[in-house]
């Protein structure tokens, strides 16, 4: 596999393109009302499953551009405090967030100036390509998430 060719795998596996959900249309036609709901067996809304992907990749986008780059508090840095938006504002700069930052970090990986192997100079051995992995990876399982709520909740149709 040549360079380009990675390249171009690893913006399609982050853009959700493939066996992964396509975190776009995980995410439309949500209706308010039930954006902050936690059905009966899930520990999380919708809400909190947005925002908790937002800062978890936009910290590791972070991580990997920036060695001054302070990382929240674990584990509640990364999650909201309410499982309700505080309105429908929040909903929507959360989603315009996330799609700022994948689109950075798909920016990050498709450049020729990135060396995707070179370790991360402020990091303990991390380097772009596994930063890019953990981005793909940790969306596809929260996106798991998404829709399993938004089936409970009456709002997916398959």
């Keep these: 596999m040549n360079d380009k060719s990675l390249r171009e ?3 399609n ?3 959700g393109r493939g066996a992964h959900l396509d975190w776009k249309a995980s995410f439309a036609g949500i209706p308010p009302r039930l954006r902050g709901i936690r059905p009966s067996g899930m520990p999380h809304s919708l809400w909190e499953l947005l925002e908790h992907m937002r800062i ?3 910290d590791i986008l972070e991580f990997s551009r920036d060695p001054n780059h302070v990382s929240p508090d674990w584990p509640e840095g990364y ?3 309410n499982p309700e938006p505080p309105n429908a504002k929040a ?3 959360s989603v315009k967030l996330f799609t700022r930052d994948l689109a950075a970090m798909r920016k990050l990986v498709a450049s020729p100036r990135t060396d995707l192997f070179a370790r991360i100079s402020h990091g303990t051995g991390q380097t772009i390509l596994r930063e890019a992995l953990l981005i793909a990876d940790h969306n596809a399982y929260h996106l798991g998430q998404v829709v399993s709520v938004r089936r ?3 709002a997916w149709k398959d």
Excluded: E, I, T
């Design 9 to 11: 795998h690893l913006s």
């Design 13 to 15: 596996l982050l853009s």
């Design 56 to 58: 978890a990749q936009w």
């Design 79 to 81: 999650w909201p405090k």
């Design 91 to 93: 909903w929507d700069k």
């Design 152 to 154: 409970l909740l009456g």
